[in-house]
């Protein structure tokens, strides 16, 4: 009975965390991945400039990337789809030039069919165009489409413009003419480098109960709450929606809570990007809580994000206050506030209120529900895996309880435990709880007192 709870635990948290196992090792054991886990898609004025350095220091944190000047010279558009194919991550660059480029659409055509099978996570990023020419076709953007459009025949030219429209949608980065290049591309490479944490399925790594010091580069900072990407996420995502189509027009604020590693990050970013079409000004802020160790999060943080595609942070910075809020009341806003640790948070980012126009959407994903009682008009658990883990362990006696207890429920670290238990007997079970008496496991224990 044991070895076949350990079994369909190991399966169980497989199904839901293994996507979180790859990229974090590489860079502080210094040795690359065995094939390219980051493609870059871009137009060729960007090469010597923007993309250059962005290659630099994705390569400089360890991460393998291709770029077609790294193809042989001769290798067809074909084989160039293979090396799409075998990264996890592509990174597809809009610039005003992009629209001219076959080679860039054709690229990007493969890049969203692969995201549609699964295979490939993409990160737009808005190289100084506006992100509403790129989505819709409008603008400069849209007007060099149309003329390569009248060039090419009908059902390429529709493949092209599914993909713009898909990728164009997804989380990514804008860039302004008046944007900070190096803190822009900081802040990429963090993201990429957390998809590939949180997103790889090419590797199982098992940290030793025997060995608890073991495996510290998957630490808590890399086993985030994006982890359960898509375990009993359709039914919460579903309930979500149920929730939200009951309020109509109506302004809601919205609570989610549940324990780090549950997956609220991946339930909001999925519901944002179904939602972010329905409203003019959006904004996704991840890990407040990093945000407001940073120093970087004040008054006006919030407000520039929102609306960042229609005036340059120092506009915003001069504006007077009622001006501001005169400003944001025009049009219903999205805002995420992703992984809010105390009300002071929710204080600087929302202030007052007074400036969320009727029909908004706000919604704030915590570990601690006391943070948004008070703050919310309706709290939701965000619990997509926990209730089947707790069924399976309560199935039989014995040691599976204390393992239990000792990773506290939690998601990540009954991984960990599954897979260093999976096939075992109960000796080892009860000599495994004997030495974690002894020595925690440091990567549990770490994992969990950062998310406390």
Not at 25 to 44: C, D, K, Y
Request: overall charge negative; aromatic content about 8%.
């Amino acid at each position: 009975m044991i070895a076949l709870f350990s079994h369909r635990l190991l399966l169980l948290c497989k199904n839901s965390l293994d996507q979180s196992t790859m990229a974090a090792s590489s860079s502080s054991s210094g040795q690359s991945p065995p094939h390219n886990q980051v493609f870059i898609n871009f137009r060729g004025e960007l090469r010597t400039n923007f993309v250059s350095h962005l290659v630099e220091a994705l390569e400089t944190d360890g991460i393998n990337v291709f770029i077609d000047e790294k193809a042989p010279r001769g290798e067809d558009i074909a084989t160039l789809f293979g090396r799409i194919e075998e990264s996890k991550i592509a990174l597809a660059i809009f610039s005003i030039e992009y629209a001219k480029s076959k080679w860039c659409l054709d690229e990007l055509e493969k890049i969203k069919e692969f995201v549609d099978s699964g295979k490939l996570v993409v990160i737009p990023i808005f190289y100084k165009v506006d992100t509403n020419d790129v989505k819709d076709l409008n603008g400069v953007f849209g007007n060099k489409f149309w003329e390569l459009a009248r060039t090419c025949k009908g059902e390429k030219f529709d493949k092209w413009r599914d993909a713009l429209g898909v990728v164009s949608r997804k989380f990514g980065f804008t860039l302004t003419e008046t944007s900070k290049e190096s803190e822009s591309i900081i802040q990429i490479v963090k993201a990429v480098t957390k998809e590939l944490t949180l997103n790889s399925t090419t590797r199982e790594r098992v940290i030793p109960i025997d060995n608890p010091g073991a495996g510290d580069e998957e630490t808590a900072e890399s086993a985030s709450d994006s982890a359960l990407p898509s375990f009993g996420i359709e039914t919460r995502l579903n309930q979500l929606e149920e929730m939200l189509n009951s309020y109509a027009d109506r302004t809601l604020k919205l609570g989610l809570v549940g324990m780090p590693g549950i997956g609220k990050t991946t339930l909001t970013k999925i519901l944002y990007e179904k939602r972010e079409g329905k409203f003019v000004r959006h904004a996704f802020l991840v890990d407040v809580r990093e945000l407001s160790k940073s120093g970087r999060m004040n008054g006006r943080y919030l407000a520039k994000e929102l609306l960042r595609k229609e005036y340059v942070d120092e506009v915003v910075d001069s504006m007077q206050a009622e001006s501001l809020k005169i400003h944001l009341l025009r049009n219903k806003s999205l805002v995420i506030l992703d992984d809010v640790t105390n009300k002071k948070q929710i204080e600087v980012l929302l202030g007052n209120g007074d400036w969320i126009k009727e029909g908004s959407l706000i919604i704030i994903t915590t570990s601690d529900r006391s943070v948004i009682e008070g703050e919310v008009d309706e709290i939701m658990s965000a619990s997509a895996i926990m209730p089947l883990v707790s069924s399976i362990l309560w199935e039989i006696s014995g040691s599976s309880k204390e393992f239990s207890e000792y990773a506290k429920g939690n998601p990540f670290a009954l991984k960990i435990l599954g897979g260093e238990l999976n096939g075992k007997n109960e000796a080892h079970w009860k000599e495994a709880l004997r030495k974690l008496s002894q020595s925690s496991n440091e990567t549990i224990q770490d994992f969990l007192a950062d998310k406390l």
